[in-house]
C-alpha cells in the first residue's frame, strides 16, 4: 500500500541542531519556559501521568463489575473508584487533552505567530492544571470522595463525610487553568496571526479550538460558582441547595449543567479540529466545505449553551421547558452531522493513504457517529425516561468522550508526534495500537447499549445475576483497550530516541507548522510567514515543493 | 466438548441461556416505548451504515493506489443542505414522537389510584391509602393505572421500573409523581438509579404484579392498623389543626372539607390548585402560600412532622368532605392518642417512648 510518508534520507540525518528541545537544559529551564512548546510538553506529561491513573480506576471498576455481587472492594471504595475515574478523566484529562497540549504546540505555529498572546498566563495556567491535580490526588490519598463527578446536591453537602472540599477545590482550580487557556487562545487568534492569514484561511483546527474557548471562557466560571456554593453550603451551611432551609435542591443541578453540558463540547470541539486536519491531509484534499465545517463548530458553541436541561427531564421540569430543551438538543445535534458528511466528502475523490492519524479518525468518524445518534435517543423525551441514569448514558458518553474524543486526541498526537519531537514513532506497531483500540473499544461499550436498556443502574456496584454476560463482555473489552492505550505510550517512548528523523514535512501537509524544522525553533519560524493561499492548498504546496527542488539543486 | 468438565459445562449452559438482552414489556406504556426505541435504532444503523459504507467505498475507491492525484473540490451547497435538511428533518420526527411520549408517560389518567412512596438512604417505603406498607416492595394490580406521589426524606433517589419504562426523580422536599398500568402479572426489578451514597446499588426491591383478585387478597392481609387518611386525621386532632379549621364560620382558618383540586387564590395574587405538593406545602411552609382572606396566623410544622406523617394528613384532607367529624372530636375534648404513627419528637429521630409522654410529641400547641 503506498504511502504518503516523505522522510529525509535517513544516513547522516539529524535532528535540527537549534531547536525549542536543546534551548536551555535543566528543569528549571522547561518549569520556568514561556515557551508555548515546552508547556504543551509539561501539559503531554502531566495528562498522560493522570489519564493512566484513571485509566487503573476504571479498570478496576470493570473487575469488579465481572460478577455481580459486591466482591472485589467495598462499596464506599467502588462508589469512590468511579468518582476518582470521573473527576480525573474529566476535569484533568479530557478537558485540557487536545487544547492544552496539541493546540498549545500548534496553535501559534499554525498562525504564523512566535508564541501565545501571553505566555506567562499560559505557564500559570499549566501550575494551576498541576495544584488542581495535586488537590485531587490529595482528596484521594486522604481517603477520596463518593459524591460522584457529578457533585449532586444535598448528597455532596450534607450526607457525605469524604474530602469534597478538598476535590471540589481541584476543580476549582483546575477550572481557572483552562479559564485562562480559553482566554489566551481567543485573544491569540484576533491578534497574532500571520500577514495574509485571514479568518477564512485558518486551518479548522483553529476555529474549532476558537470555538471551544468561547465555551471555556463562559461557562467555566459557572462551574466555579456551583462549586463555590456547595463548599459553603457544606462548611457553613447557607442553605441555597436545602430544602429545610428554603434552598432549592434542583439549583446545583442547573447550575452544575450549565457548565457540565457545555463542557462536553469543550471536550469534543478540539478533538473534531484534529479530525479535520487529518482527513485533509491523507486524502489530499481541502476539507469539503470548509465554511460549513467552521461555522457548525461556532453553532455548537452557541447552541451548545441552551440545551443543559435535557440532563434533568426526569427531576420534574416544568413541560414546557422539557419541550423546548428537547428541542434545542435535536438543534445541537445538526451540526454534529454536517461534520461528518463534510468529513465523508472529503474523501471523495482524494488520493487517500492510511496512515496511523487517519486510521483513527476513521475510528473516530464512526464511533461519534454511534456516539452522537445515542444522544439523540436521550434527547428525545420519552425515551429519556427509561434510558437516563442507566448503563445506556455511561455507553452513550464513552461513545462520544473515548471513542470520538479520545480517538481524536490519539490521532492529533500520533499526527503532530514528529513535528513534536522531531522523530517518526515505528508506524505498524502504531496502526496495530489503532486496531487493538477501535476493538478493545466497541467490546467495552457496546454491550453497556444493552445494558442500558435492560435497565441496569449506572454507578451500581452489585446488579441482577441476568446481567452477568453483558457485563463480563464489557470487563473483556476494557481490557484489550487497555493493551490499546499501554502500547502508544510504550512506543512513544522509544521512539524519543530510536524513530526514523522526521524531517519538515513528513506527512506532505499544508499547515503553516509543516512548513517550519521539526522540532521547531524557540522563535518557530526564522522570519515571520506571509500567508497568500487558502488553508489546504495542496497545489500551493506541490508547486512550492519542486521550487524548493530547483532552486537547492 | 467432551474433555470439559460437567459441572462447568452446567454452569456455561445456566450463565448463557439465562442472559437477559431485553427487558420484559409490562406496562401498557412500554410498547409505545420499545417503538420509538427500534425506530431510533433503524435511524442510528442507517447512519451508521451509510457513514460506514461512503467511508469503506471511497477508501477503496481513491485510495493513493487507485487514484494518485486528488481532484479539489470546493464544497456543494445542494449537497450540503441535503445532509443539513435530512438530519434535521429526522431529529425533528424525534423531537415530537419523543414529546408525545413523554407526555403520555408523565400525564396519569384521572381515575388513577395513589400509592405513596418515600425515598431514604437505602431503603423505599410504600404506603397504601388502606395503611398497607411495605419496604423495597410494591405490590399493584394487573390493568389498573397506579400513580406513585413519591419524597424523599434526605438525598434524590430515583424510582425506576425498566419493565415499564418508566423512571422519575424522587426530590428531597417536593412531591414528585409517576404513573404506569400494569399488564403482566410477574415480579419486576426496582431499581434506585439515581446515585444515593453508599449503598445506592442495594436500593432496590420487587414489583410484584398481581391479578385483581390477588391484589384484593393481598390488600386485606396485609392491613396493619389504620389507613393513611384514618392516621392523618389523628394527627390533624393531636397537632391542632382542627382548632383553626374547623369549618366554622368564624373559624380562624380556612375550611378544608373539598378543598383538593380546587383552584386556590393566595395572598400574593397568584392562583394555584390545591394539589398534593400545594397541602404538603401549605403544612410546612404557611407563609410562603397564604391563602387570600386569612391572617398569616398559621404556625409552620416544619421538622414536626415526619414525610409519613405528613402523607397521612394530606390524605385525609384529601379525602375530607365534610367537617361533621372534625368538629365532633373539638368537642370531645380531649382524644387521647392511640397510635403516634408519623409523629416525630423534633428533629431527632431518638427513641420513641411514647409512654411517659404528657401529651403527644411534637405536637404545637
Ligand atoms: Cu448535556
Ligand atoms: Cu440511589
Redesign the pocket.
Same mark, same amino acid.
Given at each position: 500500500m503506498s504511502t504518503i510518508v516523505k522522510l529525509p534520507p535517513q544516513e547522516g540525518a539529524t535532528l535540527p541542531r537549534r531547536s525549542y528541545l536543546n534551548d536551555g537544559y535543566g528543569l528549571k529551564s522547561w518549569l520556568l519556559t514561556g515557551d508555548h512548546k515546552r508547556i504543551a510538553i509539561l501539559y503531554l506529561i502531566s495528562i498522560t501521568f493522570f489519564f493512566f491513573i484513571g485509566g487503573a480506576m476504571a479498570g478496576l471498576i470493570r473487575l469488579e463489575l465481572l460478577t455481580p455481587q459486591p466482591d472485589l472492594v467495598a462499596s464506599d471504595t467502588y462508589n469512590k473508584l468511579f468518582t476518582m475515574h470521573g473527576v480525573i478523566m474529566i476535569f484533568l484529562f479530557l478537558v485540557p487533552s487536545v487544547p492544552a497540549v496539541i493546540g498549545n504546540f500548534v496553535i501559534p505555529i499554525m498562525l504564523g505567530a512566535k508564541d501565545l498572546a501571553f505566555p506567562k498566563v499560559n505557564l500559570l495556567s499549566w501550575y494551576l492544571y498541576v495544584a488542581g491535580g495535586i488537590f485531587t490526588l490529595s482528596a484521594m490519598v486522604l481517603g477520596g470522595v463518593d459524591t460522584g463527578w457529578t457533585f449532586t446536591t444535598p448528597l455532596s453537602t450534607h450526607y457525605l463525610n469524604t474530602h469534597v472540599i478538598t476535590a471540589a477545590l481541584g476543580i476549582f482550580v483546575a477550572g481557572f487553568s483552562s479559564i485562562f487557556t480559553g482566554l489566551n487562545f481567543i485573544v491569540t487568534i484576533h491578534r497574532m496571526r500571520a500577514p495574509g492569514m485571514t479568518w477564512f484561511r485558518l486551518p479548522l483546527f483553529v476555529w474549532s479550538n476558537y470555538a471551544a474557548s468561547i465555551l471555556m471562557v463562559l461557562g467555566t466560571p459557572v462551574l466555579a460558582i456551583a462549586i463555590v456554593l456547595v463548599a459553603l453550603e457544606r462548611t457553613i451551611g447557607i442553605g441555597v441547595f436545602d430544602p429545610a432551609r428554603g434552598g432549592d435542591p434542583l439549583l446545583f443541578q442547573h447550575l452544575f449543567w450549565f457548565y457540565s453540558h457545555p463542557a462536553v463540547y469543550i471536550m469534543i470541539l478540539p478533538g473534531m479540529g484534529v479530525i479535520s486536519e487529518v482527513i485533509s491531509t491523507f486524502s489530499r484534499k481541502r476539507v469539503f466545505g470548509y465554511t460549513a465545517v467552521a461555522f457548525s463548530s461556532v453553532a455548537i458553541a452557541v447552541f451548545g449553551f441552551f440545551v443543559w436541561a435535557h440532563h434533568m427531564f426526569i427531576m420534574g421540569v416544568s413541560n414546557y421547558s422539557a419541550l423546548v430543551f428537547s428541542l434545542l438538543t435535536m438543534l445541537v445535534a445538526v451540526p454534529s452531522a454536517i461534520k461528518i458528511f463534510n468529513w465523508t466528502a472529503t474523501l471523495y475523490k482524494g488520493s487517500i493513504t492510511f496512515e496511523t492519524p487517519m486510521l483513527y479518525a476513521f475510528g473516530f468518524i464512526g464511533l461519534f457517529t454511534i456516539g452522537g445518534l445515542t444522544g439523540v435517543f436521550l434527547g428525545s423525551l420519552g425515551m429519556d425516561i427509561h434510558l437516563t441514569e442507566t448503563y445506556f448514558i455511561v455507553a452513550h458518553f464513552h461513545f462520544v468522550m473515548v471513542g470520538g474524543m479520545l480517538m481524536a486526541y490519539l490521532a492529533g498526537v500520533h499526527f503532530w508526534w514528529p513535528k513534536m519531537t522531531g522523530r517518526m514513532y515505528p508506524e505498524s506497531l502504531s496502526k496495530l495500537a489503532a486496531v487493538v483500540t477501535f476493538i478493545g473499544f466497541n467490546l467495552t461499550f457496546f454491550p453497556q447499549f444493552v445494558l442500558g436498556y435492560l435497565g441496569m443502574?449506572r454507578r451500581y456496584h452489585a446488579y441482577p445475576p441476568e446481567f452477568q454476560v453483558l457485563n463480563v463482555l464489557s470487563t473483556a473489552g476494557a481490557t484489550v483497550l487497555g493493551v490499546g492505550y499501554l502500547l502508544p505510550m510504550i512506543y512513544m517512548t522509544w521512539s524519543l530516541k530510536y524513530g526514523a528523523i522526521a524531517g519538515n514535512n513528513p506527512w506532505q501537509a499544508t499547515g503553516l507548522e509543516w512548513q517550519t524544522q521539526s522540532p521547531p525553533i524557540t522563535s518557530n519560524f526564522v522570519e515571520t510567514p506571509i500567508m497568500d493561499h487558502e488553508a489546504y492548498d495542496y497545489d500551493w504546496l506541490a508547486n512550492k515543493t519542486t521550487h524548493e527542488v530547483t532552486t537547492v539543486g | 466438548m467432551s474433555h470439559i468438565s460437567p459441572v462447568i459445562w452446567q454452569f456455561l449452559e445456566k450463565w448463557l441461556t439465562t442472559f437477559a438482552i431485553f427487558p420484559p414489556q409490562a406496562s401498557a406504556i412500554a410498547p409505545y416505548t420499545d417503538a420509538l426505541y427500534f425506530f431510533l435504532i433503524l435511524i442510528t444503523l442507517a447512519g451508521g451504515v451509510i457513514v460506514t459504507l461512503l467511508v469503506v467505498g471511497f477508501s477503496i475507491l481513491y485510495r493513493k493506489d487507485k487514484n494518485p492525484v486528488a481532484t479539489q473540490i470546493e464544497g456543494s451547497t445542494l449537497l450540503e443542505a441535503t445532509w443539513t435538511i435530512i438530519p434535521l428533518a429526522l431529529f425533528m420526527v424525534c423531537f415530537v414522537w419523543g414529546a408525545l411520549l413523554y407526555f403520555r408517560i408523565y400525564n396519569p389518567p384521572t381515575n388513577a389510584m395513589n400509592i405513596y412512596v418515600v425515598g431514604k438512604q437505602?431503603m423505599w417505603k410504600v404506603e397504601h391509602p388502606g395503611g398497607q406498607h411495605e419496604i423495597n416492595a410494591l405490590h399493584v394490580p394487573i390493568g389498573k393505572p397506579v400513580q406513585l406521589t413519591m419524597i424523599s426524606q434526605d438525598v434524590f433517589?430515583?424510582f425506576s421500573i425498566p419493565a415499564f419504562r418508566v423512571k422519575r426523580e424522587v426530590i428531597p422536599g417536593r412531591y414528585s409523581t409517576v404513573w404506569f398500568e400494569a399488564t403482566k402479572v410477574g415480579t419486576y426489578h426496582l431499581f +434506585?438509579?439515581?446515585? +444515593?451514597?453508599t449503598s445506592?446499588?442495594a436500593?432496590i426491591g420487587d414489583i410484584v404484579v398481581m391479578t385483581q383478585a390477588d391484589y384484593k387478597a393481598w390488600l386485606a392481609t396485609s392491613v396493619s392498623g389504620a389507613s393513611l387518611a384514618q392516621n392523618g386525621e389523628r394527627l390533624f386532632a393531636s397537632l391542632s389543626c382542627n382548632a383553626c379549621h374547623s369549618g366554622d364560620a368564624a373559624a380562624r382558618g380556612p375550611n378544608l372539607a373539598n378543598l383538593y383540586g380546587s383552584r386556590i387564590q393566595l395572598a400574593n395574587g397568584s392562583l394555584t390548585t390545591a394539589d398534593d405538593a400545594f397541602l404538603r406545602e401549605s403544612i410546612l411552609n404557611p407563609s410562603m402560600h397564604a391563602v387570600a382572606g386569612y391572617a398569616p396566623i398559621m404556625p409552620t410544622y416544619q421538622g414536626q412532622i415526619s414525610e409519613e406523617g405528613l402523607i397521612g394528613v394530606v390524605e385525609y384532607i384529601k379525602n375530607l368532605n365534610s367537617n361533621y367529624r372534625v368538629q365532633q372530636t373539638l368537642n370531645t375534648t380531649e382524644l387521647a392518642p392511640t397510635q403516634q404513627t408519623g409523629v416525630e419528637p423534633g428533629a431527632t429521630s431518638g427513641t420513641r417512648s411514647g409512654t411517659a409522654a404528657p401529651s403527644v410529641p411534637g405536637m404545637v400547641k
Open positions: 443502574p | 437505602w433517589h430515583s +434506585c438509579t439515581q446515585y +444515593c451514597g445506592h446499588s436500593m
